[in-house]
């Protein structure tokens, strides 16, 4: 991250999620670079900054030689805008004669002319509107009329020189990667933007969004995630605990099932994370589930990510278990969303739970199945980094989270988990199947309590319709979490 030199008047960019980035806008009087391949945002940020200016008062020009007016037009339409406010001309003007024609070149070499003529043309734009913003869309094309690089950056600095001596905040758009060809424009930029989209093997392509220099400025450094929907560019800032106040502290949660709350030595910590691990079908999301319910009748918001069923399986299967989850819905306590992780990023992801936890008092929060959420990200590593960041933010803020993971396998010893994840968790419940008097019944148990005291006993989770027990420790038996147990005690 930058260190902050002189204090930099800022005006904000107009983009979600930007200014957190760029911590306080774009610096007045700056050259900012706007770099990415087609395709990634380039042309729809600048026009999201310059109709942020507009709202603000600000006159702004955009100088366009990228796009045909019928092509700005369309991609303004599409996102539901107008360009009311703003000032377009075409750079292309300025290497054509009175009558429309190209000029003839004769003397001199075409491309310096061309590029000569159109300098001449913006700078008098320029003079004629005055504009506190400048956009350039794109430098590219002046670059492919330069006959040499010396020449390319002269005519750069050029543009830059005239702004800075009016106090105008330019913005130019560029393809150009950090090559040769890109060092020559970003070494006279104040400020790069760096747009890069990734191509995904399934689902959506993900777009990252950089902050490469801001001169002067603080910033946020790294990879931030960013989408681009009807209405532009929203920048999903990258997560850091430490930024956020811790918040006070408070009691513990219980679930309301006296056997369960009786494993864990009476609840669990406020800003604790519980990590449900066990086979499919075991009963995991139903235990989440409980501490949901419980949670709204202490009159606490919660919300349950879903990775793996819709909302509706999960009213219906609730509903069958005797918990009423879309009555606690309706009244607003229990938030359900389902998240497509070929669809959303682990940046969009941890927006969205940063968001309800700030804006909508949420208490507890489920993510339901931590499998889904690996899938959201490409990299293994990277996905537990920004788990870690988002259980230590919740933690911070003394929000109770509860993650579901599924193991592969069903009877046995080695059983078989995609990620481990256990280290990140204070508590851990494990579930195993075992076999006993020919049937396949359910164990719960206890592996990890960081904070107080819990059971270290296996008790048998019974799930039926119309309820859920946790019985009495399974005394009666050993080698439970085997899968296949031996009897030596009393029938039960």
Not at 307 to 313: L, P
């Amino acid at each position: 991250m930058s260190a902050s030199v002189v204090d930099i008047p800022r005006f904000p960019s107009g983009v979600p999620g930007l200014d957190a980035v760029l911590q306080g806008g774009i610096p007045r009087g700056s050259l900012i670079l706007v770099e990415g391949p087609p395709g990634s945002g380039k042309t729809t940020i600048a026009l999201q900054f310059l109709r942020q200016a507009v709202r603000e008062g600000e006159s702004c020009l955009l100088a366009s030689n990228a796009e045909t007016p019928e092509q700005l037009r369309s991609i303004v339409e599409s996102h539901g805008w107008t360009l009311k406010g703003v000032h377009v001309t075409d750079l292309a003007e300025g290497t054509e004669s009175e009558d429309g024609q190209p000029f003839d070149y004769t003397l001199f070499p075409e491309a310096e002319v061309e590029v000569g003529e159109t300098l001449q043309h913006l700078f008098a734009e320029v003079e004629r509107l005055k504009p506190s913003l400048l956009v350039l869309d794109t430098i590219s094309s002046l670059r492919v009329l330069a006959p040499t690089p010396a020449f390319h950056r002269r005519q750069l600095k050029r543009i830059r020189d005239h702004m800075a001596a009016r106090s105008i905040t330019t913005v130019m758009l560029d393809e150009a990667a950090t090559t040769d060809k890109g060092l020559r424009s970003q070494t006279l930029a104040d400020g790069i933007i760096e747009l890069e989209q990734i191509d995904s093997s399934y689902g959506a392509d993900r777009r990252r969004l950089r902050v490469r220099k801001l001169r002067g400025c603080k910033y946020l450094s790294g990879a931030h995630d960013f989408s681009i929907i009807t209405g532009g560019l929203i920048v999903y800032p990258r997560l850091v605990a430490q930024s956020y106040v811790s918040a006070p502290n408070a009691e513990q949660i219980q679930s309301g099932l006296n056997g369960l709350d009786a494993l864990t030595g009476g609840g669990l910590p406020h800003d604790s994370s519980s990590l449900v691990i066990g086979p499919a079908g075991i009963g995991k999301s139903t235990i989440v589930t409980l501490y949901a319910m419980a949670a709204a009748a202490r009159g606490e918001n919660s919300s349950i990510l879903l990775f793996d069923e819709s909302v509706e399986t999960h009213l219906t299967r609730s509903k069958g278990l005797g918990l009423d989850v879309a009555a606690a819905r309706d009244q607003g306590r229990v938030r359900l969303t389902h998240l497509d992780p070929a669809e959303l990023s682990v940046g969009q992801i941890a927006d969205l739970v940063v968001r309800q936890v700030e804006e909508e008092g949420v208490k507890l929060v489920v993510i339901d199945t931590l499998n889904g959420y690996l899938q959201s990200a490409n990299e293994e590593q990277t996905v537990v980094l920004h788990i870690r960041e988002l259980i230590s933010y919740l933690s911070r803020r003394k929000v109770a989270t509860l993650l579901t993971l599924t193991q592969h396998g069903i009877l046995g010893p080695e059983m078989a988990t995609p990620v481990d994840l256990s280290f990140l968790s204070d508590n851990v419940f494990l579930l195993r199947y075992f076999e006993a008097n020919g049937a396949i019944r359910k164990a719960l148990s206890m592996v990890k309590k960081r904070s107080g005291k819990h059971e270290h006993t296996i008790r048998e989770l019974t799930i039926k319709p119309g309820g859920i027990d946790v019985s009495e420790a399974l005394a009666d038996f050993t080698g439970v979490l085997t899968g296949t147990p031996v009897y030596v005690g009393a029938k039960p």
